[in-house]
């Protein structure tokens, strides 16, 4: 019946949204995230296996900006992104032999500038702090869509 | 002045308006801008509102995967192997790495083919809930079946996201094995997921697939017979649809098929309302195989270290995508990277048989068509 199928929509009007004000409220992603990198100088050695694996070639080797000379990294370069290329494959971080790379919940790199899109080691190197603060939970009962996003701190911890 | 002598006789006879005896056809060019076709054009030729015949006409969006696959690593082909069908990208992955397997003659072990058959299975459902959304219910002009499907289909996402660290583009499958263990809060989010998902197909079966609307528009519409589907080299649920028992899954089992017991659903009709629900049903059976693999999971690792090199040879690997059967042809010289892979889809198949199923049907019934059959322009033009 036709007046079943209207039925079922006009259900809908006393079920709560799920709906998040993005960019007022962000959602905090789950661990292992793959957004833009992170990049730990004192444990990269240089070995170049992340260019090697990238697909997009969009990794190079720099010295370090401010010249210091890491001892485990003899020829003192490390690895400097081009965001504008990177699909965010994260084989890098996955075949890093020392663990110098890793995930992070930062995915809003869009800049004004094409240049500002090349990462240097040390900018990498930083922890994102544009994390969000909201969670979704998920309910999965009749009376909600199925998710709602509730602040972080009001979280049980389980 | 002088007058033009020529002016004064008669320079052509008075044109004569008579009714054309014979039917007046037009063609139209629907597409390439997207007016719900994708990525490609349909040069339909009408008369009135009936199609007399259509060429579909294709390559827009070609982007030469299979000869930038000879450029890449074994492992860095796995991200641009796996755009050309985003929304089914498990598949696409998957396809791809089971000859490179079978050549460096690794096994996964038990429990990561059970994360694998997890991980599909969730894209297929992700997979028909998009089609759901566009290919069925824009396609058809039924809105509320868009907005209901999206929601729930992101709900899949964030569990995806939770296991792969992607929404959409996994590349969660590399030789030897998949990339991570299931999450902690994994399984309790995913059983109550699935459970939720069951109760939205009752809801969606009484506001799409038993509507009386949805019925009149598919019902009927677009018949495939079941030798033609044969005949054409049809896969998938479109083969289904036409009374068809076949699925990779169940004829040459990959991942761990071979232990999880479900049906294949087929529909005797052929026509679009078939191909509508088998891929219903298919999201039922997807429900089936996630809660017995969740159950029957083994303990262990999850991958082997595979080496980086492709041995010498020759290999296919044969999945049950979301759009029908794909075979990845992958051939090794011993180095690093494939010396040729060979990419045949469901999408492309499935374009064989518009053509022939656009023929005197009503233009307002060419969506409908066109949305059974579930074509993805960007995979079938790889």
Redesign the interface.
């Given at each position: 019946?036709?007046f079943?199928?209207m039925?079922?929509?006009i259900k809908h009007i006393f079920k709560r949204t799920?709906t998040l004000k993005y960019p007022y409220q962000k959602v905090l992603?789950?661990?292992?995230?793959?957004g833009r990198h992170i990049l730990y100088m004192e444990k990269c050695t240089g070995c170049g296996i992340c260019a090697?694996?990238?697909?997009?070639r969009c990794i190079s080797f720099v010295p370090p900006a401010d010249g210091k000379e890491h001892p485990q990294n003899p020829e003192n370069r490390f690895p400097q992104y081009w965001y504008a290329r990177c699909?965010?494959?994260?084989?890098c971080t996955?075949?890093c032999p020392t663990g110098a790379l890793d995930?992070s919940p930062d995915y809003e790199l869009a800049e004004y500038d094409r240049e500002l899109l090349v990462w240097s080691p040390e900018r990498l190197s930083k922890v994102p702090t544009n994390i969000g603060t909201y969670r979704?939970v998920?309910h999965?009962?009749?009376g909600s869509?199925?998710?709602t996003y509730e602040p972080v701190e009001k979280q049980p911890k389980? | 002045m002088t007058t033009n002598p020529d002016q004064t006789k008669p320079t052509a006879p008075p044109i004569a308006i008579t009714a054309a005896k014979e039917p007046s056809t037009l063609d139209v060019s629907v597409g390439p801008q997207h007016p719900g076709s994708g990525h490609l054009r349909m040069l339909m030729r009408v008369d009135g509102d009936y199609i007399v015949s259509v060429d579909p006409d294709i390559g827009y969006v070609h982007r030469g995967c299979e000869k930038i696959a000879e450029y890449r690593t074994a492992v860095s082909n796995i991200p641009h192997l796996e755009r050309p069908c985003i929304i089914d990208a498990i598949h696409l992955n998957w396809g791809y790495v089971l000859p490179i397997e079978e050549l460096q003659g690794i096994v996964v072990p038990p429990r990561g083919q059970y994360i694998s058959t997890i991980a599909a299975e969730m894209n297929r459902i992700m997979s028909h809930l998009y089609w759901l959304a566009i290919n069925a219910g824009v396609f058809s002009g039924h809105t509320t079946i868009f907005m209901y499907a999206f929601g729930d289909r992101d709900l899949f996402i964030e569990l995806a996201e939770m296991l792969t660290g992607a929404r959409l583009t996994y590349s969660f499958l590399p030789p030897g094995g998949p990339r991570r263990d299931l999450p902690a809060e994994f399984q309790d989010r995913l059983l109550k997921l699935l459970d939720y998902f069951e109760r939205r197909l009752v809801e969606y079966d009484r506001i799409f697939f038993s509507n009386p609307l949805v019925i009149a528009r598919a019902k009927g519409i677009g018949t495939l017979k079941r030798d033609e589907a044969i005949k054409l080299g049809m896969t998938g649920p479109v083969l289904r649809g036409s009374g068809v028992k076949y699925d990779v899954r169940k004829v040459e089992p990959y991942g761990a098929y071979a232990d999880l017991d479900f049906e294949i659903p087929v529909f005797e009709e052929g026509d679009s309302y078939a191909r509508f629900l088998v891929r219903f049903e298919e999201m039922k059976q997807s429900i089936k195989i996630i809660r017995q693999a969740l159950e029957k999971m083994p303990k262990g690792p999850i991958a082997r270290k595979a080496p980086l090199i492709i041995p010498e040879g020759e290999a296919i690997g044969r999945v049950e995508s979301s759009r029908g059967e794909l075979t990845y042809m992958v051939k090794g010289d011993n180095s690093d990277k494939p010396s040729r892979v060979k990419i045949m889809n469901g999408s492309f198949r499935s374009l064989i048989a518009l053509p022939y199923l656009i023929r005197n049907v009503h233009v307002a019934d060419m969506p409908i068509i066109y949305g059974s059959l579930d074509y993805w322009p960007v995979e079938a033009d790889r």
């Amino acid at each position: 019946m036709v007046f079943g199928a209207m039925y079922e929509g006009i259900k809908h009007i006393f079920k709560r949204t799920f709906t998040l004000k993005y960019p007022y409220q962000k959602v905090l992603l789950p661990k292992g995230f793959r957004g833009r990198h992170i990049l730990y100088m004192e444990k990269c050695t240089g070995c170049g296996i992340c260019a090697w694996i990238c697909p997009e070639r969009c990794i190079s080797f720099v010295p370090p900006a401010d010249g210091k000379e890491h001892p485990q990294n003899p020829e003192n370069r490390f690895p400097q992104y081009w965001y504008a290329r990177c699909c965010f494959c994260h084989f890098c971080t996955d075949y890093c032999p020392t663990g110098a790379l890793d995930y992070s919940p930062d995915y809003e790199l869009a800049e004004y500038d094409r240049e500002l899109l090349v990462w240097s080691p040390e900018r990498l190197s930083k922890v994102p702090t544009n994390i969000g603060t909201y969670r979704s939970v998920f309910h999965g009962n009749k009376g909600s869509m199925g998710v709602t996003y509730e602040p972080v701190e009001k979280q049980p911890k389980t | 002045m002088t007058t033009n002598p020529d002016q004064t006789k008669p320079t052509a006879p008075p044109i004569a308006i008579t009714a054309a005896k014979e039917p007046s056809t037009l063609d139209v060019s629907v597409g390439p801008q997207h007016p719900g076709s994708g990525h490609l054009r349909m040069l339909m030729r009408v008369d009135g509102d009936y199609i007399v015949s259509v060429d579909p006409d294709i390559g827009y969006v070609h982007r030469g995967c299979e000869k930038i696959a000879e450029y890449r690593t074994a492992v860095s082909n796995i991200p641009h192997l796996e755009r050309p069908c985003i929304i089914d990208a498990i598949h696409l992955n998957w396809g791809y790495v089971l000859p490179i397997e079978e050549l460096q003659g690794i096994v996964v072990p038990p429990r990561g083919q059970y994360i694998s058959t997890i991980a599909a299975e969730m894209n297929r459902i992700m997979s028909h809930l998009y089609w759901l959304a566009i290919n069925a219910g824009v396609f058809s002009g039924h809105t509320t079946i868009f907005m209901y499907a999206f929601g729930d289909r992101d709900l899949f996402i964030e569990l995806a996201e939770m296991l792969t660290g992607a929404r959409l583009t996994y590349s969660f499958l590399p030789p030897g094995g998949p990339r991570r263990d299931l999450p902690a809060e994994f399984q309790d989010r995913l059983l109550k997921l699935l459970d939720y998902f069951e109760r939205r197909l009752v809801e969606y079966d009484r506001i799409f697939f038993s509507n009386p609307l949805v019925i009149a528009r598919a019902k009927g519409i677009g018949t495939l017979k079941r030798d033609e589907a044969i005949k054409l080299g049809m896969t998938g649920p479109v083969l289904r649809g036409s009374g068809v028992k076949y699925d990779v899954r169940k004829v040459e089992p990959y991942g761990a098929y071979a232990d999880l017991d479900f049906e294949i659903p087929v529909f005797e009709e052929g026509d679009s309302y078939a191909r509508f629900l088998v891929r219903f049903e298919e999201m039922k059976q997807s429900i089936k195989i996630i809660r017995q693999a969740l159950e029957k999971m083994p303990k262990g690792p999850i991958a082997r270290k595979a080496p980086l090199i492709i041995p010498e040879g020759e290999a296919i690997g044969r999945v049950e995508s979301s759009r029908g059967e794909l075979t990845y042809m992958v051939k090794g010289d011993n180095s690093d990277k494939p010396s040729r892979v060979k990419i045949m889809n469901g999408s492309f198949r499935s374009l064989i048989a518009l053509p022939y199923l656009i023929r005197n049907v009503h233009v307002a019934d060419m969506p409908i068509i066109y949305g059974s059959l579930d074509y993805w322009p960007v995979e079938a033009d790889r």
